[in-house]
């Protein structure tokens, strides 16, 4: 079954970094897109950024371009989201989402705190 298991958040001060990584199994890894979400307390969930099957086409919310980098190993079935220049706005919890066959999975989430 398609499993994926996010793991790196943390507690960082604002304009620190964190990289988030999300192992996959369970599925052809190197033939999905990956997406990274997040939700903050009392928000909906919102896509953060996105990654094509290759690694060729990278697409990001305007919150956070220029400050996230989102990459694949498909080697590792691993998605990472290089976060820098974190703001208390990005605290949340991040998610990490694949579409297999029309249906979507997601990760349990991990916890990313802003904050001085």
């Known amino acids: 079954q398609v499993q994926l298991v996010e793991s790196g958040g943390g507690l960082v001060q604002p304009g620190g970094s964190l990289k988030l990584s999300c192992a996959a199994s369970?599925?052809?890894?190197?033939?999905?897109?990956m997406s990274w979400y997040r939700q903050a307390p009392g928000k909906e969930r919102e896509l953060v950024a996105g990654?094509?099957?290759?690694?060729?086409?990278?697409d990001y919310a305007d919150s956070v371009k220029g400050r996230f980098t989102i990459s694949r190993d498909n080697a590792k079935n691993t998605v990472y989201l290089q976060m820098n220049s974190l703001k208390p706005e990005d605290t949340a919890v991040y998610y990490c989402?694949?579409?297999?066959?029309?249906?979507?999975?997601w990760g349990q989430g991990t916890q990313v705190t802003v904050s001085s």
């Open positions: 989402k694949v579409r297999v066959r029309a249906e979507d999975y």
């Open positions: 990654i094509s099957s290759g690694g060729t086409r990278l």
């Open positions: 369970g599925f052809m890894f190197s033939n999905y897109g």
